[in-house]
């Protein structure tokens, strides 16, 4: 024992959870033991299911009462004064400890502040449940802690309601809560996923702030790798319910141990290594391709969404020019709100073009009626974000991917079109017996396969996916970004590839078209994008990115605290 | 931290300026439009209950029919102007409705403005005593189920509110009335007040129909017992059935509220559970209940109606009911149209309310 | 291998697995009193002593509220019917407005609620602002405006009953379209229905076979919660004067309205007893509706607390599938 200051601050001994569900009871945890030292931060990485979450909430003794827990989570408080289990309190004792030894910081910052209080008033309600502390200087220290999250005005800003905040503020808010009581120890729950990446950053910055300066020890639950490289001190890698690996931070990236991780981070996209895959199919296509008509022309394309009771019309896509040839894969890349889901939806004929011209296969969309538009659908095939709601749940995965071929009349109904429905099945690597299933039946990297049939049943000149990675965890989205990279040569199809995520990009795309705010600010290659990025959005873009790897990770962030 | 407020968001919730301007006039033009919507609400409520009624013919065959001598019977429709044609009649009729003209009745020759004068505070005082116990009882033993929810006292109370809407409002009355009036003796058995008490409040000059504030005003509080002794068995059976109502109501808002990210977030702060409830569950959960309460006004006026009935109380609900059986559609139909604007109105003041009680609708 | 849907996923029987405790109570009882109340309405003639408009027995005439005897064991109502017949037959009543009420508006409503959610335009508009004006008036007053209507003022002896399921028909048809529209107008948007339109199916089909069947899953608890509500509705007719002639069928809101006057000289049993079948009714379908609802909310489902006991070693949460999640098992 060298300085009592080194003892841990929490100390999760053997800790096993079991939930009680319809389907009979379920571990969740299977006997974790972790230590978080003060000071540090501690990052819990794992895929959905990895019982990281689980874990976490222990420390704050935040679960339902369908969970039974086992083991100890022993608590120690900031002056190291006094320690607890977690465990075995109960009532007014762990009441006393949550907020006081350890805050929680939320995935969703927009649903855990009320609705129908100001947010000072949140701020102090936490300070008044800790002491005898007056009203006014509850709302000093709410407005002094607003002020050191970087909240402008906090004066007139902590009278306000949580709906007038943006994303990222509230975040800043609910980290304000938790330092607000001082506590030793945060416990952040993916705090920065329901973010745009730029801010992100911003939050994560606040972090290490929250460390530095409030001498805060945090435990940083994330699925997210490069947000571990940015933050993290010490990593602790989980798997279905269990510990597969603990080591600090560059040992870690450096030398994973266990076969799990290794696989995990091979899994990770970095940007750059679609260079040589882009460069690869450059060299397979045909002389005269740069000639052929393009699969798609957008000039000065816009789209507006009319407003409603009084309020202003809102211009999603403002004056966008691009082209996508036969065979080529255009990567769109925007924040949310930036217009890049609406494009597609544009071209598949889900959404009015409102001024400009759109051409999707020689057709010019804009202003054209639903039945002069169906010839051109069955050319176009889509891909959904989200897998769990792109299946009718009555239907068998079958009926789902037979029905373009039906629609079109390639085939009478399901059983007459089944031969081909295994054909697709196989070309996404899935057992033709899935075709008997429901879609609740598969897993959501199974579904999102399943989806990429479907779009492929026509054999589309063109492709249009939505997100189609965002929903699964990073290795399940490591097989179907290689899928589709493998379809993608082996079919020929034109693609609109969209996604927030610059790495996933870069992976297949030829070419890279950034949007902000219904504006295209960049467009060209990969290497060009990525590589010189000109544009000051795009330099943003790209710095606030984290890349897995601690030590570029944090030439990064010198270049983009530069940036600010 | 200087670029702090550079978080990305759709412009449109973006733009601080767009924001102060709307404040002032958003919650305006809501209850503009708000308020707008009233008119066709009650215009097709009116023009449906008028063209429904006259597919059966015209009211006087329907009220004299078989009673009258046919020329008779012609003369009296063409001196109501029932011969003319039906557009010509409904516009005469919504004319009427303009000027506050809502039609005579047949029976008693009476305008039913007058009827809705004459018996429209009793209604008005039942719904008002029912409304208050379905308060009192609901809203509180709503949050005492929520609390002790899939205990003993949840199942108890949950089961009583599931009873208090099985049982319809005038067999709950019908009940009362054995138990309370014959059987124990307690309380008066109908009407709403003595024929003694009667002279007594109409005496005076000024009188509002509103038996409680008319026996105050004499200042006897023997009277005033004995107006609410007469109220106690009304006011109950038709405020159990809408106590149920709210029961259940403010058991699953306050689960789902319990159950909610902020509630957690402030548990994990170490706030008490008490404190959780009484702030965090409680006052979110109460916007939708003020809605309902707006809903519950359509089943309290039905529930008036057969209340009234049930206890000889003589309001627009008891007098709806012997104008049903004297088939006098013509008050019927004016009675109706009449509920219908009350309908409209109340629902308009509700919705009010509950825009100036949540800050989202209140700042946005 | 099927994967077809067995009956275990039917509605109710479904529901009635995955209840637990009080939940599953409330329903059993819910689903015991309903069941009372079909085999009594398919049994009445054998369960009844007396049919229920008749008058006299071999030994004369019944009389006028006799209190309850060895002949009749609840009694005799003012009009000198017996009690017991007229409770045992007034489920057939109940039954046949039940069912021809719901069937009637289910269709009306479904039709409605899926053309306007899907198209939209100004016919949505308006039947909107219609059904919404006709939900928030109190359905009583637009039940008796409906008999008016249909039993054309006059009392028809044969139409009564159909005349009286009609009029609740026109309170519901609003209920039905409202939910039918959200629900409509929801999965319209779902990721699925944009799918089938990508595809370029024709938007008969896509509503026909996308939108129609997930549009009503949830009517099975509107259909219970609505059903008890005719029973009311039809009570609360036959006590104002608006049901059916006591020789036509037995109704017991009109055998109520006779027994206002009994209760004040203290005569009960002609009013508890319809009363009582009335509550009972009621309270069996609305226990059925209201277990559905709770079971269908996630949050208000209670669930059993883990058992203190090792865990079953091999069960894992992979929602989302692990790292082999290409070719691994299926997690439903």
Known sequence: MTEPAREPVVDIRDLRVTFATDGGDVAAVKGVSLQLLPGEVLAVVGESGSGKTVTARTVLGLLPETALTRGAVVLRSKDGATT???????????????????????????????PVYPVGWQIAEGLRAHGDVSKKEARATAVDVLRRVGIPDPEVRVDHYPHQFSGGQKQRIVIAQALALNAGVIVADEPTTALDVTVQAEILDLLRRCRDEFGASIVLITHNMGVVADLADRVAVMYQGELVETADVATLFAAPQQEYTKKLLASVPKLGQGAVRARDRAARRPAGWADQAPVVVARDLRIVYPGR????????????????????????????????????????????VSGGSLQVLGTEVAGLGEKAFRPVRKR?????????????????????????????????????????????????????????????????????????????????????????TSALDVSVQARVLDLFDELQREFGFAALFISHDLAVVDLLADRIAVLHRGRLVEEGTGEQVLGDPQDAYTQRLLASLPVPDPAEQAERRARWSALR | MTTATQDPAPPAEDAPAGRRRRRGGGLGSYLLVRALLIIPTVFILVTTVFFLMRTTGDPITAALGGRLPADQLAERIREAGYDRPLLVQYLDYLGGLLRGDFGTTLSDRRPVTDVLVTYGAATLELTVYSMAVALLVGIPLGMVAARLRDRFPDAALRFFAIFCYATPVFFAGLLLKLVFSVWLGWLPVAGRVSTRGELQLTRGDTHTGIYLIDAISTGDGELVGEVLRYAVLPSLALGLLTAGVFLRLVRTNMIGTLGSGYVEAARS?????????????????????????????????????????????????????QYLQARDFVAVQGIVALLAVIVALTNFVVDVVAALIDPRVRYS | MSRRRTWRSLPVVHQLRQSVGLQRGMLVTGLVLTGLLV????????????????????????????APSADHLLGTTVGGYDVLSRVLYGTRTALFVIVVAIVLSIVAGVLLGLVSGYLGGWLDRVLVVVADAVYAFPSLLLAIVAAIVISGGQSSLVGGVLAAAVSITVVFVPQYFRVVRAETVRIKNEAFVESARVVGTSTWRIMTRHVLRNATRSLPLIVTLNASEAILTLAGLGFLGFGIQPTAAA??????????????????????????????????????????????DPRLRSRRRAADAPPPADVAVTPGGGLAAGTDGSTP
């Open chain 2, 269 to 321: 702060r170490g706030v008490a559970e008490s404190r959780l409830v009484r702030k965090h569950a409680y006052r979110p959960a109460l916007v939708p209940i003020i809605t309902v309460i707006g809903l519950q006004i359509a089943l309290v006026l039905s529930g008036a109606v057969l209340t009234e009935t049930t206890f000889e109380w003589r309001g627009l609900g008891f007098q709806l009911g």
């Open chain 3, 39 to 66: 085999l009594t309405a398919l049994l009445a003639p054998l369960l009844a002593p007396y049919g229920f408009s008749q008058l006299r027995g071999p030994d004369g005439t019944f009389g006028a509220q006799q």
């Open chain 1, 84 to 114: 607890s289990d977690v465990v075995t309190l109960s009532g007014g004792d762990l009441r006393r400890v949550r907020g006081r030894d350890v805050a929680m910081v939320f995935q969703e910052p927009g649903s855990v502040l009320n």
């Open chain 1, 309 to 352: 009771f009084r309020q202003p019309d809102f211009t999603a896509v403002d004056g966008v020019d691009f082209t996508i040839a036969p065979g080529e894969v255009l990567g769109l890349v925007g924040e949310s709100g930036s217009g890049k889901s609406t494009i597609g939806r544009a071209i598949a004929g889900l959404t009015k």
């Open chain 1, 380 to 468: 176009i095939g889509f891909v959904f974000q989200d897998p769990a709601t792109s299946f009718n749940p009555l239907l068998t995965i079958a009926d789902a991917v037979a029905e373009p071929l039906v629609v079109h009349g390639r085939a009478g109904d399901t059983d007459d079109a089944r031969g081909r429905v295994d054909e697709l099945l196989e070309a996404v690597q899935l057992p033709k017996e899935f075709g008997d299933r429901f879609p609740h039946e598969l897993s959501g990297g199974q579904r999102q396969r399943a989806s990429l049939a479907r779009s492929l049943a026509l054999q589309p000149e063109l492709l249009i996916a939505d997100e189609p």
């Open chain 3, 251 to 296: 109704e017991w809101g009109y055998d109520l309205n006779r027994s206002i006057a009994d209760v004040t000289s203290g005569i009960w049993w002609t009013s508890i007893f319809p009363g009582a079948a009335i509550v009972l009714t009621v309270l069996g379908l609305t226990l059925v509706g209201e277990s559905l609802n709770d079971l269908a």
